[in-house]
């Protein structure tokens, strides 16, 4: 039974205190032009406030309808103040640790062990992204709910039809932050089977009793997955691509690097550059497989000791970390490939699993009579974590901090050449700028942020020739429609072109973009463009009237 006693005030207290010195000041932090924009702050459908959009459509590829929910009330209430919104992070994850905490005296661990393994959840490194980052509230908030519907299940203060409601109900929550919970109702029905007394019959009948109508929810995580089908299209990526005989070695690699992260963790990245073909024509990914397999070994070799066959905590750690694994390990496709593999917020729930399993080496290290040497190694080793991701935190303070440990990680990653250009142009550099922008268009044509601002940067320094020329071999009607973009992106682009044809004293032309930058009506905007085409019309009668609503 997960309870909140007096004796568990105090560790609450240490946690919340940890958490807070770590990532608290994550809150002066401001958005990230790394997703954010597409999420938040450019998120037409958000800042008009209409919710119901995201209930009906999978944005972006993703079908995550209480995350935006929560993003947009956010905004309504206090606007596109970034403090609030990494606020909402840091207090998750201080929620999720105490019931990281509770799951663990649930399983009847000592308070000692309970209290530095939720530190080990709670101020291990590979949190810092799912924390810092605001587009990672998927993450935080998913966790939450799936955290909550464990203390419903796992609780003797929930039973019958109070039960079965509840916990049904967050765990369609968790589902509705994350498509990823899907696997929520397997984990928790095969553990309630597993454990459940008696012949097949009446360990149904046990679970059905426990868990009641929650693997209905099911469907609504295929209904979840399937809104989102749009992002499977990432998975078409060349970089992606591989056989269904190279997928089980690119798990275990993936399972490999994450063992390392978690045991030895160097430097963190926003991009590791581990895609599935990157990976297999890397010599390293044969010690991540190799220390895989050792480690599935030596995983199967400790459950066949009598004393963990049925232990609760040592089946549930290993079913919760496993299935929460299986979806992002490259067993199959998913639309992050493209991109990486491997991501530091795709452990935040696995380091559940790990802190359970962490909580139970030093119960283990106590009964042999180390106790108090064991907690003073485990609270240094927690400190130096803790440090660690002090540190590490600075790489999301700001654009250019971020960009840098983005590019550090992979030189050759689209948004860090972007986002280098970007700062670039701030800094008046405009040939670094060009240089920047044009290895990002190289590397990934088919974005359009890059390809605006090369057409912006040719308007700024009048140089209309390699304007338009560029404007005609990359931004005709039909390759725009191919492009990935955002209306914010599309409304530059339209912008800067119409300007280049007013001082050039083409108002027909100009006209024709300020109507598609009209049509798009991105609300924003909607004053600017109506200022500009009543200008065009003074200037030019004839050209002010070819634009329709």
């Known amino acids: ?129 799912s924390v810092a980052w605001v587009s990672a509230l998927k993450d935080t908030s998913f966790a939450f709910f799936t955290l909550l519907s464990l203390w419903v299940y796992f609780s003797s203060s929930f039973t019958g039809h109070r039960k079965w409601l509840a916990g049904t109900l967050l765990v369609s929550a968790a589902i509705l932050c994350k498509p990823t919970a899907v696997v929520l109702p397997v984990l928790i029905s095969i553990y309630f089977i597993y454990f459940a007394a008696g012949n097949i019959r009446d360990r149904l009948k046990n679970t059905w009793n426990s868990v009641g109508p929650m693997p209905l929810t099911l469907f609504l995580g295929l209904y979840a997955i399937q809104m989102a089908k749009t992002e499977q299209s990432w998975s078409q990526h060349p970089n992606a691509m591989v056989s269904l005989l190279e997928r089980p070695l690119i798990m275990l690699d993936a399972l490999g690097f994450y063992i390392t992260k978690i045991l030895l963790p160097s430097q963190h990245y926003v991009d590791y550059a581990r895609f599935p073909r990157n990976v297999l024509d890397n010599k390293l990914y044969y010690f991540y497989v190799a220390l895989a397999v050792v480690f599935l070994i030596a995983l199967a070799g400790w459950f066949r000791k009598n004393e963990n066959r049925r232990s609760p905590e040592a089946v549930f750690a290993a079913l919760l970390g496993f299935m929460f694994f299986i979806p992002t390990s490259g067993i199959v496709t998913f639309g992050h490939q493209k991109i990486s593999t491997t991501a530091d917020r795709y452990m935040y729930m696995i380091m559940v699993a790990v802190a359970i399993f962490a909580a139970m080496l030093l119960e283990w290290i106590q009964a042999s009579g180390f106790r108090r040497s064991a907690n003073k190694i485990a609270a240094i080793i927690l400190f130096g974590l803790g440090a660690f991701s002090f540190m590490q935190l600075i790489n999301w303070k700001d654009i250019s901090l971020f960009t840098e440990n983005l590019y550090e990680g992979n030189p050759n990653n689209y948004f860090a050449n972007r986002n280098f250009g970007l700062i670039n142009q701030l800094k008046g550099n405009d040939e670094k700028a060009l240089e920047y922008f044009k290895r990002a268009d190289a590397i990934d044509p088919s974005h359009l942020s890059a390809k605006a601002a090369i057409a912006s940067l040719y308007f700024n320094r009048r140089d209309y020739e390699n304007l338009d020329r560029f404007v005609e071999q990359n931004l005709t009607e039909e390759k725009l429609a191919s492009l990935q973009q955002t209306p914010y992106e599309t409304h530059a682009f339209f912008m800067a072109i119409a300007e280049s044809y007013i001082e050039r004293k083409n108002y027909g032309k100009a006209m024709a973009y300020l109507c598609k930058a009209k049509r798009l009506n991105v609300s924003q905007f909607a004053g600017e463009v109506a200022a500009k085409i009543d200008s065009v019309k003074k200037l030019d009668a004839e050209a002010g009237s070819q634009c329709v609503n």
């Open 1 to 129: 039974m997960i309870k909140l006693s007096r004796e568990n005030y105090w560790p609450v207290l240490v946690i919340s205190a940890a958490v807070l010195l770590v990532f608290g000041w994550s809150v002066s932090f401001g958005f990230l032009y790394y997703d954010d924009h597409i999420h938040v702050f450019e998120n037409q459908p958000l800042i008009k406030g209409e919710i119901l959009y995201f209930w009906k459509h999978a944005h972006e590829g993703l079908y995550i309808p209480l995350v935006y929910s929560a993003w947009a009330l956010l905004y309504k209430f206090f606007g596109l103040n970034p403090a609030v919104f990494h606020g909402l992070n840091v207090v998750l994850h201080i929620a999720n640790s105490w019931l990281v905490f509770l799951l663990l005296r649930s399983f009847r661990m000592t308070l000692s062990s309970s209290v530095l393994a939720a530190l080990l959840f709670a101020v291990h490194p590979v949190q810092v992204e």
